[in-house]
């Protein structure tokens, strides 16, 4: 699954979570960083042309099917 990804600013963040429709999604710092290794890693087996879109990077993650 492809998916769009940053990180945004302290101040971004919390104008994100003022919008409605946004839910803040606490995980353990090691996942996060676990994520982020995966997100970053499989960028850098996408095409060049293919790793960012506008202000986003552009990973894979597996699906979860449960």
Known sequence: M??????PSET???KL???E???EVSLPEETIREI???L???G???PPNGRVFREWEVGMLERFEG
Not at 2 to 7: A, D, P, T
Request: aromatic share 4%; glycine share 4%; charged share 40%.
């Open 2 to 7: 492809k998916i769009f990804h940053r990180s």
């Open 12 to 14: 971004e963040s919390a």
């Open 17 to 19: 979570l003022d919008t």
């Open 21 to 23: 429709g946004v839910e």
């Open 36 to 38: 982020a290794r995966v």
């Open 40 to 42: 970053k890693k499989s």
């Open 44 to 46: 850098e087996e996408l």
